[in-house]
Nanobody, 124 residues
């Protein structure tokens, strides 16, 4: 049974930082791309970062480029999203995701499994 469990969300002021973590189980983590998506109330779920199985290929949405960093530790079955210089528009539910083609197409349609999400709230 595949499971993705996020942690690390919370409330911060604008300009602050958070680090999200995702622990994966039930599949060969090191063989599959992973990504992070977010969804604000009333908005569609958007892909913000993806990383290939070895970490050689990384993709970011323009809205987070230069501020967010995705990484993974295959030995620990862990994925991370370091978020710096947070803005109020970064507020939303953040989801960890796995999908074999996420490294080349950061889209919800390419996700095979989702985590349950962790809330990030950025106040001005």
């Amino acid at each position: 049974q595949v499971q993705l469990v996020e942690s690390g969300g919370g409330s911060v002021q604008a300009g602050g930082s958070l680090r999200l973590s995702c622990v994966a189980s039930g599949y060969t983590f090191s063989s599959v791309s992973m990504g992070w998506f977010r969804q604000a109330p009333g908005n569609e779920r958007e892909g913000i970062a993806a990383i290939s199985p070895t970490g050689a290929i990384i993709d970011y949405a323009d809205s987070v480029k230069g501020r967010f960093t995705i990484s993974r530790d295959n030995a620990k079955n862990m994925g991370y999203l370091e978020m710096n210089n947070l803005k109020p528009e970064d507020t939303g539910m953040y989801f960890c995701a796995s999908g074999r083609t996420l490294w080349r197409n950061l889209a919800a349609g390419d996700v095979d499994y989702w985590g349950q999400g962790t809330q990030v709230t950025v106040s001005s």
